[in-house]
């Protein structure tokens, strides 16, 4: 977006470390980094850093295997890694002075989510992460635990080498204003973060063990149902799971059936004969969401078009539409989901719903609905990603099944 807003061409260059990467900065080999980096006093001193963008506060992580510390003082000799020159290890470095035995070793060859992995693998006792990072990855790594902050409420923001020319950095704060103003990077945060605390511990333990016993027996028909329409079969499995949990039989008090929960009048538009047929129902499900994304208006962006499309998966294209109509009368932007989903449950207020041209709905319904679909999402591709890396050693990540 800033490239674009300076009209220029955007290079991006991965680092392998944090260390190279404020090297990189260091040695004006870059413009900018922007790598979720922490706003601390010694990096003001070699960095300049533009407008912060997010607050977040640092964290200290421990395996649920091991007690809960009360403060960096009870490790009782555990091993604590940080990644080595980060914002953590300045941290921690303060706190040396009112902890005078407490020691880490600093990592300079993983980053903050590869410690994460260690410390939920029993390999290192704790780490320390940023919260946003923690919010993120605690659905994947169930035995994770945040034991408390070791830092106040601190800013991330892009780091610019230090020159006479302020001339970049006056083009980020120019930016940052304009996307603060007008809404863009509230949308991108929520378009991150917006759903992560929708999965509770509870529901992604369920999650995962349905991941090992159900899905290897319909992931085949996921993917090949998601290729016929060209959609992404991790994003059907999660509106599978939504429906049914994949449970082939499933019926409601409704009348919907099947994996897919289709109701008789959409199988039978669809030419779907045995709604409880797992294969039938998976087409019948993924022909239905491309139908819902084909009525989408062309001008709405991925991911919000999406998120839109499920929503009317679940609440009817009208009522989805009755809720952007709210949206623009209410001065927000009726294109974007993290503007729509307010709206959606205004559908239930009398006051509103009265002057719709469907009527009432319980608008709140598609909007858990969305979000739990996110979450499922996230976890899916997470876990498929991880196995396809980690292909050297399968037992490692081996949670999704190898389709033959």
């Known amino acids: 977006m800033f490239a674009d807003h300076l009209e220029v061409e955007l290079t991006i260059i991965a680092t392998d470390s944090l260390s190279e990467l404020l090297e990189g ?3 004006k080999t870059a413009h900018l980094a922007a790598a979720g980096l922490t706003i601390t006093k010694p990096r003001k001193e070699l960095l300049r850093f533009g ?8 964290q200290l992580i421990y395996h649920t295997d091991h007690h809960k510390p009360v403060d960096l003082g009870d490790l009782r000799g555990g091993s604590l890694e940080v990644v080595s020159q980060s914002s953590h290890s300045e941290h921690l470095k303060n706190h040396k002075t009112r902890y005078p035995d407490l020691t880490w070793k600093e990592n300079t060859e993983l980053e903050s989510e590869e410690l994460l992995q260690l410390v939920a693998d029993g390999v290192i006792d704790y780490t320390i992460a940023d919260s946003n990072e923690v919010a993120l990855y605690k659905r994947y790594l169930l035995n994770l635990r945040t034991a408390f902050d070791i830092s106040p409420p601190l800013q ?14 006056d083009a980020v704060v120019r930016f940052f204003e304009q996307i603060k103003n007008n809404g863009e990077l509230t ?10 605390e929708n999965l509770d511990y509870v529901g992604t333990i369920v999650f995962r063990r349905h991941i090992k016993k159900r899905l290897p027996q319909y992931q085949s028909m996921f993917i090949q149902a998601a290729e016929e329409h060209e959609l992404d079969w991790r ?24 994996i897919m929960m289709l109701t008789q009048a959409t199988a039978a538009q669809l030419g779907i004969k045995n709604r409880l047929d797992p294969e039938g129902s998976i087409k019948g499900g993924a022909s239905y969401i491309a139908s819902r994304l084909k009525r989408i208006p062309e001008d709405i962006q991925e991911p919000d078009r999406t998120w839109m499309a499920l929503a009317a998966y679940n609440v009817g294209a009208g009522h989805l539409e ?5 949206t623009e ?8 989901w993290i503007e729509v989903k307010k709206v959606l449950p205004l559908l239930a207020q009398r006051k509103w719903y009265k002057k719709t041209k469907h009527g009432y709905a319980r608008g709140w319904e598609p909007v858990r609905y969305v979000e739990n679909i996110r979450s499922y999402y996230d976890v899916l591709s997470w876990l498929d990603e991880s196995e396809q890396e980690d292909t050297s050693e399968p037992d490692a990540l081996s949670i999704l099944p190898q389709v033959p």
């Open 25 to 27: 900065i260091n040695n």
């Open 51 to 58: 407008p912060g963008y997010q607050e977040i506060t640092e």
């Open 156 to 169: 991330l923001a892009w780091a610019l080498p230090r020159s006479e020319d302020t001339s970049l950095y």
């Open 187 to 196: 949308r991108l945060i929520e378009r991150s973060y917006g759903h992560v």
């Open 235 to 258: 994003l059907l499995a999660a509106i599978g799971y939504q429906e049914s949990h994949w449970n082939p039989k499933a019926v409601s008090s409704t009348g919907v059936r099947g």
């Open 322 to 326: 009755d809720a952007r109509i709210i």
């Open 329 to 336: 009368t209410l001065g927000k932007d009726p294109d974007k």
